[in-house]
């Protein structure tokens, strides 16, 4: 299997009450647990099932997911920058395994 890997965009600097676009993508089979082996035995589910972002350690946006989602999913969100601060960004996976990037952003 290809390596898991999360992958943000966030602007590096806004000015306060900014909105910005923040872009996330996480390489991810999504295996829906409906296909079979080459041998017909059933592939186990392996989903992210549950996307969250957080602002400065508060959630302001989450997401659940479910195994009509497609490998690699994207998700395109818009925030309001008060402050400066630091995003959070977590997948969570059905094997319990949970991938987080970080990113910051100044004002300017």
Same mark, same amino acid.
């Given at each position: 299997?290809?390596?898991?890997?999360?992958?943000?965009?966030?602007?590096?600097?806004?000015?306060?009450?900014?909105?910005?676009?923040?872009?996330?993508?996480? %390489?991810?089979?999504?295996?829906?647990?409906?296909?079979? +082996? *080459?041998? =017909?035995?059933?592939?186990? /589910?392996?989903?992210?099932?549950?996307?969250?972002?957080?602002?400065?350690?508060?959630?302001?946006?989450?997401?659940?997911?479910?195994?009509?989602?497609?490998? %690699?999913?994207?998700?395109?969100?818009?925030?309001?920058? +008060? *402050?400066? =601060?630091?995003?959070?960004? /977590?997948?969570?996976?059905?094997?319990?395994?949970?991938?987080?990037?970080?990113?910051?952003?100044?004002?300017?």
């Amino acid at each position: 299997m290809a390596r898991i890997r999360p992958r943000v965009r966030v602007p590096g600097e806004a000015a306060a009450g900014d909105v910005v676009e923040i872009k996330t993508l996480i %390489n991810h089979p999504m295996e829906s647990g409906h296909r079979k +082996d *080459e041998d =017909g035995n059933p592939i186990p /589910r392996q989903i992210i099932n549950r996307f969250e972002a957080l602002f400065n350690g508060q959630e302001f946006f989450s997401v659940d997911l479910y195994p009509s989602v497609s490998s %690699n999913p994207y998700i395109s969100f818009f925030a309001k920058v +008060d *402050e400066a =601060g630091e995003f959070t960004f /977590r997948w969570h996976d059905d094997d319990g395994s949970v991938y987080e990037e970080t990113k910051g952003i100044a004002l300017s």
